[in-house]
């Protein structure tokens, strides 16, 4: 059975239609991600399979059961990261966490958790003195405090500096060890192709695709060829590229030229997304 | 699970330094302050002097301060950084953080009490109390029905940069037209019948007849009647209009 399903959702705000249709499963232990530039529906669609939103129609089942109808049994098995973090400032790392866990029957030990998200150095700070990516590693915290068997991560890197990104994603590739589902939102598209397993693109609130990121990248758009020419660039599109490549430098063997600058450039999942989404990223 | 976030509550509010000053020592302070004015007029209304008479209307303010003013505005900062809405993400059950929240008030305000009756002892000489059942049992209600309005409170406050100028706005006027600061002179009749409309005159009321005449709670159950009937009000409100997460857009 899969951990999500979800069939025919759609939520509007005013009027205004901000989840369109949109329908995707994810198996148990997948790491799935939702990627979409802002206001695509990544964030209504997640709070509607968290339980925190009232959805117009369609159907939704996360473990089992319906978000909106579920109750704390339910939470115990579900880990979430809001896209903002929330805490009690004046609480230390420690006792933030310990607080968490006493809201769960099974919990995981604080310190362990501390200690997986890297802020063991930190336990007994408190948390108003932690700088934002330190922060957003204990809302993780807080996420996976109560052993989770599926895990909700809202934009869980926006914000962060290149080297605290790249912490974050081990962090994330460690929890997918741990067999855990995890549904993903980013508006990152090498963070999608980077953790996820399988990356449903949304726009507007639909999904113009869904696929694995190697999917997603071998679809469509052709593969480039680029090599200059009495200096000037030559850009061949194919999509037979080994074919196009052995015409293009069999010729060239065949008059003892040079083909300067070769390239042959595989569409990157950027140049995918920038096509699916009409380049309306904000 | 309810001791777990009581624990956590205690050690929030106190660790508030702004807030526990705000609402637990400010009214000691005033206490103090109107107290060494006052303290030695007689009111001979009441047969009390002025510093027994002050004693029952900082209890009320009190309770205006650490109930009403002091939970609306956590309430506003939690709900709009987003804790309530972490919160409802996990199974902690609703009835035991509004247990916890409630009985951590509950605490700060008894300490309150002792503090002031204590400090009315020692400074002024006011005896202590004989009623100690009723004197809980006006803490528990106090309590619960400013509670209750200070939530229904939150539901028209929009931004946690709002929460203290609405708050004051409206607690403020209340402790000083409920009298507890007490002035000697007599309101003008328009700011009597607003007295008269408000929880806290009865519940400085039901305190002097407890603190001051050592009556019973169930001796009179008009000024009881009224704070209730104002606690229920607030809570149909909560009811009816409490948010867990801030205002969309």
Redesign the interface.
């Known amino acids: 059975m899969p951990a999500v399903t979800v069939s025919g959702l759609r939520k509007a705000y005013n009027g205004l239609e901000a989840v369109r249709g949109v329908s995707f499963d994810i198996a148990q232990g997948e790491v799935f991600g939702l990627l979409g530039p802002n206001g695509a529906g990544k964030t209504t669609t997640v709070e509607i399979l968290e339980g925190y939103r009232h959805r117009d129609a369609g159907t939704v089942s996360v473990l089992g059961a319906d978000p909106e109808q579920a109750g704390e049994t339910w939470r115990e098995r579900i880990g979430i990261v809001l896209q903002s973090s929330a805490m009690y400032v004046n609480l230390t790392v420690r006792e933030h966490v310990a607080l968490f866990a006493g809201y769960y029957v099974a919990p995981r030990d604080p310190d362990d958790v501390i200690d997986l998200v890297g802020l063991a150095e930190k336990r007994h700070d408190r948390v108003k003195t932690l700088s934002g990516g330190q922060q957003r590693r204990l809302d993780l915290a807080l996420g996976l405090i109560g052993d989770p068997d599926i895990l909700f991560l809202d934009e869980p890197t926006t914000g962060f500096d290149p080297a605290a990104r790249r912490a974050a994603w081990d962090m994330i590739r460690s929890l997918r060890e741990l067999g855990k589902t995890i549904l993903l939102t980013t508006h990152y598209l090498d963070e999608a192709e980077q953790l996820a397993d399988r990356v449903a693109v949304l726009r507007k609130g639909e999904i113009v695709a869904l696929g694995t990121p190697r999917e997603l990248t071998s679809r469509a758009v052709g593969t480039e060829i680029r090599y200059r020419r009495d200096g000037r660039e030559v850009v061949v599109e194919t999509n037979e590229p080994t074919k196009t490549l052995h015409e293009l430098t069999g010729e060239a063997l065949a008059r003892g030229v040079e083909l300067e600058d070769l390239h042959v450039l595989k569409p990157s999942l950027e140049d995918i997304y920038l096509e699916l989404t009409g380049g309306d990223e904000e | ?1 309810l001791v ?2 009581l624990r ?1 509550e205690q ?2 509010y106190w ?2 330094h702004e807030l526990a000053f705000f609402t637990f020592i400010f009214p000691l302070l005033i206490y103090i302050l109107l107290g060494s004015v006052y303290g030695d007029d007689p009111i001979e209304s009441e047969g009390v002097t002025g510093s027994e008479y002050l004693l029952a209307g900082i209890l009320g303010y009190g309770v205006a301060a650490t109930a009403f003013a002091g939970l609306a505005i956590i309430v506003v900062l939690r709900r709009e ?3 309530l ?2 919160l ?6 609703g009835w035991a953080y509004v247990g916890a929240v409630l009985a951590s008030t509950i605490i700060v305000f008894t300490i309150e009490v002792v503090a002031l009756l204590v400090l009315a002892n020692v400074m002024f000489d006011v005896p202590y109390p004989d009623r100690w059942l009723s004197l809980a049992l006006a803490v528990l209600l106090g309590v619960v029905a400013f509670a209750a309005l200070g939530v229904a409170l939150t539901t028209v406050i929009r931004s946690a940069e709002g929460a203290s100028a609405v708050v004051n706005a409206v607690y403020l006027p209340m402790a000083f037209l409920a009298g507890s600061f007490w002035t000697p002179q007599a309101y003008p009749p328009v700011l009597e019948a607003i007295a008269n409309l408000l929880p806290l005159t009865y519940y400085i009321q039901l305190m002097q007849d407890i603190v001051l005449h050592n009556e019973q709670i169930w001796a009179d159950w008009t000024n009881v009647g009224v704070v209730a009937a104002w606690g229920i009000f607030g809570l149909v409100v909560t009811v009816l209009r409490f948010r867990w ?1 801030p205002r ?1 857009g």
């Open positions: 699970m777990h976030q956590a050690r929030l660790r508030s950084s987003g804790v809405k972490r409802r993400g996990t199974p902690l059950p997460e969309e």
